[in-house]
């Protein structure tokens, strides 16, 4: 099984749907992140989570929220999805003194 | 100003040859660099990390680090078809905030 596993692996939804995306790590570490992937920007920051009572924004925060529900667990939603949100979604896990991220494979998210 | 670049490319090298990869960072105080590798489609995936000056050899990857000239680099050499993906530099200050670069494709010709 994959360290850090999401779901779903692809969505096509609606303007204006909510939609939420999964992750799940067995890597046993306390900080989770949310990215999100476009062409040409490289990777930007959405959400981090250093453990299951501290949750922060990243730099693109806005129109997203998250949860995370236990150490293992941490979910993205989309609470009115809108087309220019249409993106290569990566849920990643750090240890707490290392730098060096280990992704999942990824949701391929697209609103029409 | 982005705060990491990297020419995105396409860097086309033949196989066998050595491919050089760049990047540059704006944030001084930053600390820590890294080289993550993504194949289409896929999840990026670390392959090389380098905390000080000089350089730092792990196979047939070498990352070199600068700092004064805020430029880290990578070079694979003997290139392999299988080398061909989008490598993403990415860059932390003070054990907290990673910033990505955009990536450079290289596609390596058999």
């Known amino acids: ?112 | 100003q982005k705060e990491v670049e990297q020419n995105s490319g396409p860097l086309s090298v033949p196989e066998g040859a050595i491919a050089s990869l760049n990047c540059t960072y704006s944030d001084r105080v930053s600390q820590s660099f890294f080289w993550y590798r993504q194949y289409s489609g896929k999840s990026p995936e670390l392959i090389m990390s380098i905390y000080s000056n000089g350089d730092k050899e792990d196979g047939r990857f070498t990352a070199q680090l600068n700092k004064a000239s805020q430029y880290v680099s990578l070079l694979i050499r003997d290139s392999q078809p299988s080398d061909s993906a989008t490598y993403l530099c990415a860059v932390t200050a003070g054990g907290f905030k990673t910033i990505f670069g955009a990536g450079t494709r290289l596609f390596v010709k058999a």
């Open chain 1, 1 to 112: 099984d994959a360290d850090v596993t999401q779901t779903p692996r692809n969505r096509i939804t609606k303007t204006g749907k909510r939609i939420m995306l999964e992750c799940s790590q067995t890597k046993g570490h306390d900080r989770m992140y949310w990215y999100r992937q476009d062409p040409g920007l490289g990777l930007r920051l959405i959400y981090y989570s250093f453990d299951v009572k501290d949750i922060n924004k990243g730099e693109i925060s806005d129109g997203y929220s998250v949860s995370r529900q236990a150490q293992a667990k941490f979910s993205l939603s989309l609470e009115s999805a809108i087309p220019n949100q249409t993106a290569l979604y990566f849920c990643a896990t750090r240890p707490d003194r290392e730098e060096c991220y280990t992704f999942g494979s990824g949701t391929r998210l697209t609103v029409v």
